[in-house]
């Protein structure tokens, strides 16, 4: 994303038309893949413990 699409939807906005722009970042998008791959790796490699760790979302929202 290009700093020229931000800009974009922000004068939009300002001119009063229906615009938003949703960002994902890979850290949230990729958790409940991670979090099957502990439940499917487990039996695959025995007796090696895996846990699953949630790393919460790194940006706080104001």
């Not at 615009?19 to 994902?24: F, V």
């Not at 490699?45 to 895996?50: K, L, N, T």
Request: glycine fraction near 8%; hydrophobic fraction near 40%; charged fraction near 25%.
């Amino acid at each position: 994303m290009s700093s020229a699409s931000a800009a974009f939807v922000r004068e939009m906005s300002n001119l009063g038309y229906d615009r938003a722009m949703l960002i994902l970042g890979h850290e949230r998008s990729e958790e409940s893949g991670m979090k099957y791959l502990g439940e499917w790796i487990s039996p695959v490699i025995g007796e090696i413990p895996v846990t699953f760790v949630d790393s919460r979302d790194p940006f706080d929202y104001l």
